[in-house]
């Protein structure tokens, strides 16, 4: 028998950006197991670090 697979909740309107407290739309999943929250436009500044970071991107809310 497999564990199950850990997943993360889906974004509310409670999650905040990491980086001006704006409604989150992006989660950051770090390779290490952390994450980072941003607003749709912290993301599009930090979209080519994140790439280069090989995150994985979640999007909602």
Known sequence: MQPGT???P???AAD???RC???AKVR???QS???LLFCGHHA???ADKLREL???IQTGA
Request: hydrophobic share 40%.
């Open 6 to 8: 850990l997943s993360r």
């Open 10 to 12: 889906a974004l509310t």
């Open 16 to 18: 905040r950006c990491d």
């Open 21 to 23: 407290g704006a409604a």
């Open 28 to 30: 950051a999943v770090l």
């Open 33 to 35: 197991g952390g994450e």
């Open 44 to 46: 599009r500044a930090h």
């Open 54 to 56: 090989d995150v994985d």
